[in-house]
Every structure is written in C-alpha cells, then in structure tokens.
C-alpha cells in the first residue's frame, strides 16, 4: 500500500511539474475567491449553511444548488442565451465600465460597486434600482458567503490563461516512460509534433504557434528519475497521449487545476461532463462497447438465448464493468444474467466452461484477455457447446483470430472505428504527413488516434476565436457537431456529453480467412 502511495505521489509530481499547476488558472484564485467559485458554479456553500433561490413574486422558494448562477451566465460569466432570456454579461470588466450600461432592453445604469452588486443578488435591483429580469432569481445567504461570491464574480473574465502568449499556445501530451506502451506513446508524440507543425507553416491559429510539450509518467514508484529534466513550462491543453493506468488521477488534476484534457487513449472514458467538463474524449470505452454488444444481442437473438453469463478476471475494474454490463441487459429486455469471476493471474478454461454450460448460459459476455479467449472456445468445444460470445473490442488482439472453427459466426465484437477508405482525401493527407515526417509504420490505430486528437484541438482552437482562454476552448468543443475528420466517425460533443463518437461497430471472427468482417451500421448504446 506504501508502494502505491509513493507511485500516486511520484505521478502527481511528474504532473505538477509539466503542468505548472502553482501558475493555472485555478491555482491563483484566492481561498476567498474560490470559496465564491464553488457558490457560482454548484449554488452551495462552503461553510455550511444552506443557500436559497427565490423565484418571482417570492412566493417560490429553491435550494441554491438547483440554481446556480452558472447555469444561466455560463462558466465565463458572458451569459448563455436561452428561451428567448439573455443574460447579462457579469465579468469583471462589463460590471465595472466607468461610463455604466445600456442593456438591449433599453435600461440603463450606472457600473457596479461591491455594494450594489450585493444588492443585485439579495433584491434582483441594479445599480439604479430597477428591477432586473424576472428570470434572475435572488439568493439568501450568509454575509460571508454573499462576500465569497462578489470576489469570484469580480474575478471573472480576468483569470490569467497558463501556457498562452501572445505568439503561442502551449499544449502537453502525457505518455509512459518505460513498459509495451511508451513506444505507442512516442508514436503519438510523432505525428502530433509532424501535425502541429504542418499548422504552425501555414500560420498557426490566428498567428499564434502551437507548441507541443511532453511529460513521461513513470510506470512504477521506483522510476522517479522519469521526471528529471521536465521544464516547468505551464500548458494550456493536453492533447492526445496514454493515459495508461493513471486515468482517475490524471482526470482528477486536470479537472481540479481546468486543463482542457482532449482525445487520451483509455479504456474508461467518462460519458458526462459529471466527473471532469474539460475532459473530451473520442471514442467509446469497454464499457460502452459492451453496452453496444448488448443491444445488438437482443435483436438478433431470438428471446430464449438471452440467458448470458458474464465472465471476467477478479478485479475492481472488471467487476464494476461487469456489473455495468449485467445492468445494461437487465434494461435491453434479457432474460437472465449471471456473473462469474476468475482469479486473474489463474485462468482455468475447462473450469469455467463446465460451470457455464451447466448454468445454461446461451450467450458469453467475455471480459479475459485476447490469449485466454481461444483456450476458452476450445475447451467449450470440447463439451460441444457453442454460446455466442461478446467481446469489447478493445480487448481483442492477433489471438482473438484463433478461435475454433466451431464458433464461426458465433463470436461478436464492438469496435468504435471501421477501417479508414485509403482512397479517400482524408487518407491521402494523412498518409502524406507521414511521409513527409518519415514517420515510422508501427502501431497505426494509435498514430491515427492522435492525429484525430490532433484535428479536435485545432478545430477547438479555431473556434474559440482571436481572444483565446480555456474557457472558450470547452464552449468550443461543447459546440462541435458531427465534426468529420474522414478518419474517424463524426464527433459530436455537448454540455453533457464527453464521448465524441459515442457508439460502435459490431464485427463477427472469421477465423478461416483469419479476419475480423463487419456485421452492423453505427450502433448507439443509449
């Protein structure tokens, strides 16, 4: 357990030291100042007594938390538009103009002051006493916690925005030091570096260059060296990049310090802004492919085979998807599901096998590696039995085609991707930077990976206009709709979703010709 600590304290340093977290953004808020923000953002106090929203006449009372004032003027404090009410703009630099305000509406007033702003939030009164739109509620709270808020609020629009200059953007990538998967994450940091590059010759994003940072996380507590020599450069985003284990740690600092985390290879993506809003993710995770494989299976089998059982190795990640996975059934109109655990450094195949034709289980939802999936098939054959299997795709690997012939056309897969068209426009211009960077061809799902992270960035960037900050960059991203890269599905964020192409592809094993064949359109898993 020791052990462990030192490796969580080993990353978060490695992480502290790449990302320059004494200088972010939420790091300069003042304790004041972020006690305000936790008000502005979830309507709740820090120090314990309730806030209330009152709404209309008075006569309708809410607990602050079901209306916070982010809700209604956005996370900048510019205003989000919505059914026909415009909220004002309540950055620092609006509230304060010297010659005052002219709202649409045609009312005017002079700029605010601590003392009038605290009245606009108590009585719903502007500086001039008039009344302010019927839609802003008015809030009940203590003097200190109404003190809290006005020095958040008056801090708004004015937060500095580490890793930006004038002339440049500063993005990081995070990718492990040692182990299988450093070379996949140099692979990435290639084409990133060749992509980014082909940008900044062509001009940058409105005139500034991006430059592209890299942090090595070390694999174990015992290679703390990984992280010498790392500048302490602040980023403005992280792009791309191998998560590679450290997934709700690195989540948890990006959303706690508001770096826009954007297109990280994991296996556990968050679906909702719930967990992290500056965390993007592009494709669906295990869970989400078996969810697709779920769905899948209920229309095509016929009603007396959704009997599953649902197999994995003992551990807490493979138990919660398990459970993810038996939920998704039960909602998908299964029969029945039943869980079964092996230990997970002890797989016994012909066990398991026996057990799961005794349950009477139809159908398999595999959670194993690649290697155990054929051992498993073949001892399943051997009792003539024949379940049609699901495996999440991303499980898969040159194993997963040496299944009996037996379990032909019995065996599914959900894959978020289909194989790129190489005639297509997209293809050729990828394929020309990579020839262009001399770029090696090893490990090309991942190379791909990055450069649609790559294209996210760039097209968030472009979005979020002349006056940059992270800020913008998520309204950005929030905003971006079917976006078409020609290598990847459409991505598609919004304010509650994190899964740019949330769904799969399902593929059955055709272990003759040694192939993966595609056996679905675009499935959704909701």
Same mark, same amino acid.
């Given at each position: ?51 209330? +929203?009152? =709404? $209309? ?7 602050? %938390?079901? !209306?916070?004032? *982010? /809700?209604?003027? &956005? ?106 998967? +450093?070379? =996949? $994450? ?7 570096? %060749?992509? !980014?590059?082909? *940008? /900044?010759?062509? &001009? ?323």
């Amino acid at each position: 357990m020791a052990r462990r600590h030192c490796f969580v304290a080993v990353v978060m340093s490695a992480l502290a030291l790449l990302l320059g977290v004494r200088a972010t953004a939420a790091s300069q808020l003042t304790p004041q100042e972020r006690r305000g923000k936790q008000i502005y953002l979830k309507g709740v106090s820090s120090s314990g007594p309730a806030i209330t +929203a009152v =709404i $209309g006449d008075g006569q309708s009372e809410l607990p602050g %938390a079901v !209306l916070p004032c *982010v /809700n209604c003027h &956005g996370y900048g404090g510019l205003g989000r538009p919505e059914g026909g009410v415009k909220p004002s703009n309540i950055t620092g630099e609006a509230l304060t103009k010297p010659y005052g305000v002219t709202h649409e509406s045609g009312r005017e007033h002079p700029s605010y002051n601590e003392a009038t702003l605290a009245r606009a939030i108590r009585e719903g009164l502007d500086p001039a006493g008039n009344r302010l739109l019927a839609a802003m509620p008015r809030y009940r709270m203590p003097p200190g916690d109404l003190a809290d808020l006005i020095a958040y609020v008056k801090s708004l629009g004015r937060e500095p925005q580490p890793g930006l200059t004038d002339t440049s953007i500063r993005v990081g990538t995070v990718i492990p030091a040692s182990g299988p998967l +450093a070379e =996949i $994450g140099e692979d990435m940091r290639s084409v990133l570096a %060749a992509q !980014l590059s082909e *940008v /900044n010759q062509q &001009g940058g994003i409105y005139n500034r260059k991006i430059e592209l940072r890299v942090l090595r996380l070390p694999k174990t507590a015992s290679e703390p060296e990984t992280t010498r020599g790392v500048p302490e450069e602040e980023v403005f985003a992280l792009v791309g990049g191998v998560m590679a284990g450290a997934e709700e740690r690195l989540e948890t600092f990006t959303g706690t310090e508001e770096i826009p985390l954007i297109g990280p290879v994991t296996l556990t993506p968050q679906a909702d802004s719930s967990a992290n809003r500056f965390a993007f993710y592009l494709f669906s995770g295990l869970r989400e492919q078996a969810w697709v494989l779920a769905a899948f299976a209920a229309q095509r089998l016929p009603q007396q085979e959704l009997r599953a059982a649902i197999v994995y190795p003992e551990s807490d990640g493979a138990r919660k998807l398990a459970k993810a996975i038996e939920d998704k059934c039960r909602n998908s109109g299964w029969v029945s599901t039943a869980s079964l655990a092996y230990p997970k450094d002890h797989f016994d195949a012909a066990r398991l096998t026996v057990e799961l034709q005794r349950s009477g289980a139809a159908a398999v939802f595999f959670l194993g590696t690649s290697a155990e999936l054929p051992n498993f098939l073949r001892d399943a054959a051997k009792l003539s039995w024949t379940p049609t299997v699901f495996v999440p795709g991303s499980l898969a690997g040159r194993e997963t085609l040496e299944i009996p012939l037996n379990f032909k056309a019995r065996v599914f897969l959900a894959f978020p991707t289909l194989p790129v068209d190489a005639a297509s426009e997209s293809a050729r211009e990828y394929r020309t930077l990579l020839q262009k960077h001399n770029l090696r061809v090893q490990h090309p799902a991942f190379k791909l990976w990055a450069y649609v992270a790559g294209e996210i960035l760039i097209e968030g960037l472009r979005q979020a206009g002349r006056t940059l900050t992270r800020e913008k960059l998520v309204n950005a991203l929030e905003g971006l709709y079917e976006f078409r890269t020609g290598l990847a599905p459409p991505i598609s964020f919004g304010p509650n979703r994190r899964i740019g192409a949330l769904g799969a592809y399902v593929f059955t094993v055709n272990p003759e010709k040694k192939e993966f064949q595609p056996v679905s359109e675009w499935i959704s898993p909701d």
